[in-house]
């Protein structure tokens, strides 16, 4: 279990890299934005005159994927969690220490 919630985190990390990078090539309504500085008539000469269509359905789709993905592995670790309470009986470490005996009382003298 936790390989696939390993693998999955991975997954999540590069939907994420993908989510900044398309988000950052769109077009801001205004004026050019960030995605002029970062090549955004280059987007425009790959996917033709429909670019804000084709990155605006990947951002929607990035997103959806980003969040599902992030919902999955927030109930893999709730699972992986209560599972390993209940392998182990407990959440807390169980330490056990030596019992301390109390030292003999020094003989009262009597004057």
Sequence with gaps: MSILLSI???VLIVISIF???VVLAQKAKTDGG???ALGGGMTEATFGA???N???KATINAAIAFFILSFV???????Q???AVAASGSALPTITAPVAT???????KKP
């Excluded at 592995?73 to 699972?79: A, P, T, W």
């Excluded at 109390?102 to 009262?108: K, L, N, R």
């Design 73 to 79: 592995l927030y109930l893999g670790f709730i699972y």
């Design 102 to 108: 109390p030292a003999p009382a020094a003989p009262v």
């Design 54 to 56: 084709v990155l605006s």
């Design 8 to 10: 999955l985190t991975v």
């Design 50 to 52: 429909d670019t804000g």
């Design 19 to 21: 989510l900044i990078l």
């Design 81 to 83: 969690r209560k599972h």
């Design 34 to 36: 960030v995605g002029g």
